[in-house]
Each structure stands twice: as structure tokens, then as C-alpha cells.
């Protein structure tokens, strides 16, 4: 049997020293629990030798092995500023399906999340909406903005697309019934959630693949930003 040790880059740590923030992503990808412990003790270190300042960013992923899953919450939970994830991945969490356009459903939904994942902040990205759930959730209002902004753009013209594509994704109109969604989730939860809804799109050619990871990357680059 031949296991990839998926080494993790020496250079890391010296790199990270003035790093505004930092992103976690990938371990689904491993299947030995010993090699993924090893690699999560040496990760929490240089975690632990950012600067108080840095935002930890975990990107969540659909895992084969749920115990491997568990095994790395168990590590890094505690050093987790932002815990992002899709639709599908906090249904697995919940074990149910969950009504994406239901505000009472969607709410009572993060609540159970927010119990199970003890973050300060949870980050949602759907195909009908994004949302930022915890505490101070409108300083992610830009950064939420440009994630929905960046997938969409994927979403619509794939990997070929241009800034002036971007902006006039960013200037798309939002689909009225999640917008309808997002007002009344908001005025239900308060000021504990920012929620923006997915755009109208006409293009029926699009591209499903790589959106969380375009969400991602639009998250992200907001909030370096800011």
C-alpha cells in the first residue's frame, strides 16, 4: 500500500508571520488517521504562532471517512475564527434535509450547527443564498458580497471570464424569491445573520463545478482587503 504524506511545507510557518489571513482546506483529500493527526499537530502549532490578528478561515468538504472529519474538528476547532461550508455539507452535519427557502427551517438549522461547530462565526454559501451567522456578521458584508459575486461569475461563464465579467455579474439584479428569503430571515434572526441572495441569472450554459472554491476565493479576497 502506497499513502501520500501530503507533507506540509517547512517554509509555512516563516511565511505566515504577517499573514492577515489564513486558510484551511483540503484534509478530506486524506485517508490514513495517523498521517492526518501528524499533520494536524504540526499545522495547530504554526496556527497557535500566527499573529493574533489573523483570521482562520476552514473551508469545510464532504468527507468519505466521517471519523477523519471529526478527528480534525477535534484538532482545530478551537483556532477556527471563520467555518465555511455549502449546503450539502451542513445537511451531513444535521443528518436532514434542510428547506433552503424556509426562514424558520434555515434558522432553526443554524442553530444546531452553531451548537455542533462552537466558532465565533459561520459562513453558509448555497445556491440561493450566502450568509454569515454569529457575532458582528455585517464586517463580512463586503467579503460575503464578493463571494456570491465570484461563483456566480464562475457559475455563468466558467473558467474564461474577465473582470468586466465579474462587474457585471456584480451588477446583476437579485432573484426576487431569495431576496423575499433573505429580508424575512434577517428580521427573524436580527443582527446574528447578513444574508444575500443569489442573482438572476439567464445563462442556461453554466458551470457547476469549482463554485464553492470561486465563493471561497471572492470571500477571501474581500476580506484581505478590508
Same mark, same amino acid.
Given at each position: 500500500?502506497?499513502?501520500?504524506?501530503?507533507?506540509?511545507?517547512?517554509?509555512?510557518?516563516?511565511?505566515?508571520?504577517?499573514?492577515?489571513?489564513?486558510?484551511?482546506?483540503?484534509?478530506?483529500?486524506? =485517508?490514513?488517521?495517523?498521517?492526518?493527526? +501528524?499533520?494536524? !499537530?504540526?499545522?495547530? &502549532?504554526?496556527?497557535? &504562532?500566527?499573529?493574533? $490578528?489573523?483570521?482562520?478561515?476552514?473551508?469545510?468538504?464532504?468527507?468519505? #471517512?466521517?471519523?477523519?472529519?471529526?478527528?480534525?474538528? $477535534?484538532?482545530?476547532?478551537?483556532?477556527?475564527?471563520?467555518?465555511?461550508?455549502?449546503? +450539502? $455539507?451542513?445537511?451531513? *452535519?444535521?443528518?436532514?434535509?434542510?428547506?433552503?427557502?424556509?426562514?424558520?427551517?434555515?434558522?432553526?438549522?443554524? =442553530?444546531?450547527?452553531?451548537?455542533?461547530?462552537?466558532?465565533?462565526?459561520?459562513?453558509?454559501?448555497?445556491?440561493?443564498?450566502?450568509?454569515?451567522?454569529? $457575532? #458582528?456578521?455585517? =464586517? *463580512?458584508?463586503?467579503?460575503?458580497?464578493? !463571494?456570491?459575486?465570484?461563483?456566480?461569475?464562475?457559475?455563468?461563464? !466558467?473558467?474564461?471570464?474577465?473582470? &468586466?465579467? *465579474?462587474?457585471?455579474?456584480? !451588477?446583476?439584479?437579485?432573484?426576487?424569491?431569495?431576496?423575499?428569503?433573505?429580508?424575512?430571515?434577517?428580521?427573524?434572526?436580527?443582527?446574528?445573520?447578513?444574508?444575500?441572495?443569489?442573482? =438572476?441569472?439567464?445563462?442556461?450554459?453554466?458551470?457547476?463545478?469549482?463554485?464553492?472554491?470561486?465563493?471561497?476565493?471572492?470571500?477571501?479576497?474581500?476580506?484581505?482587503?478590508?
Amino acid at each position: 500500500m502506497i499513502m501520500l504524506a501530503m507533507e506540509i511545507s517547512p517554509e509555512l510557518e516563516s511565511l505566515s508571520t504577517d499573514a492577515r489571513v489564513f486558510l484551511i482546506s483540503g484534509f478530506n483529500a486524506m =485517508q490514513s488517521g495517523e498521517l492526518l493527526s +501528524d499533520k494536524l !499537530g504540526k499545522l495547530l &502549532s504554526i496556527i497557535k &504562532s500566527l499573529p493574533s $490578528e489573523t483570521v482562520v478561515f476552514y473551508e469545510d468538504a464532504c468527507y468519505h #471517512n466521517l471519523n477523519l472529519n471529526k478527528l480534525v474538528r $477535534e484538532y482545530l476547532i478551537a483556532v477556527i475564527d471563520i467555518f465555511s461550508l455549502n449546503e +450539502d $455539507e451542513m445537511q451531513e *452535519y444535521l443528518g436532514r434535509k434542510i428547506m433552503l427557502l424556509d426562514p424558520v427551517d434555515v434558522f432553526a438549522a443554524l =442553530q444546531e450547527l452553531h451548537r455542533l461547530l462552537p466558532v465565533p462565526t459561520l459562513v453558509i454559501h448555497t445556491k440561493d443564498w450566502g450568509l454569515v451567522y454569529g $457575532e #458582528n456578521v455585517f =464586517q *463580512y458584508a463586503k467579503s460575503l458580497k464578493s !463571494g456570491i459575486t465570484m461563483a456566480t461569475t464562475r457559475f455563468r461563464f !466558467g473558467d474564461d471570464f474577465s473582470h &468586466s465579467d *465579474y462587474l457585471e455579474t456584480e !451588477g446583476l439584479p437579485s432573484d426576487m424569491e431569495k431576496t423575499k428569503f433573505a429580508v424575512t430571515l434577517s428580521k427573524l434572526v436580527g443582527d446574528k445573520v447578513y444574508c444575500l441572495p443569489s442573482f =438572476q441569472v439567464k445563462e442556461t450554459n453554466v458551470t457547476n463545478v469549482g463554485l464553492g472554491d470561486s465563493f471561497v476565493g471572492g470571500f477571501l479576497s474581500a476580506l484581505v482587503e478590508r
